[in-house]
């Protein structure tokens, strides 16, 4: 099977700047696109940014957080910075990954908690 796990969450104060990643594990034959979602507290789920064919990013994240991959390692980072406090929330990682036995899914990871303090 394939996972997901996220890490460099945490807390920061606003202007700070924070680097979550995201590792991509199992039986990996291809990833298609790795991109950031979020969610705050009592809001839907929302697009942060993703790297497939092109880099998109939502108009929150234009500016200040850039989105990278490092292929060989399966790993998607997203660097964050000028924080808001309105950037809390916690952070997850989805991809689109063909395995080695041929079968195409979007994945999730756990999540990364992101706290910006005023």
């Known amino acids: 099977q394939v996972q997901l796990v996220e890490s460099g969450g945490g807390l920061v104060q606003a202007g700070g700047s924070l680097r979550l990643s995201c590792a991509a594990s199992g039986s990996i034959f291809r990833i298609n696109y790795m991109a950031w979602f979020r969610q705050a507290p009592g809001k839907q789920r929302e697009f942060v940014a993703s790297s497939g064919g092109s880099t998109n990013y939502a108009d929150s994240a234009k500016g200040r957080f850039t989105i990278s991959r490092d292929n060989a390692k399966n790993t998607v980072y997203l660097q964050m910075n000028s924080l808001k406090p309105e950037d809390t929330a916690v952070y997850y990682c989805?991809?689109?990954?063909?395995?080695?036995?041929?079968?195409?899914?979007?994945?999730w990871g756990q999540g990364t908690h992101v706290t910006v303090s005023s």
């Open positions: 989805n991809a689109e990954i063909l395995t080695a036995i041929g079968t195409r899914s979007r994945y």
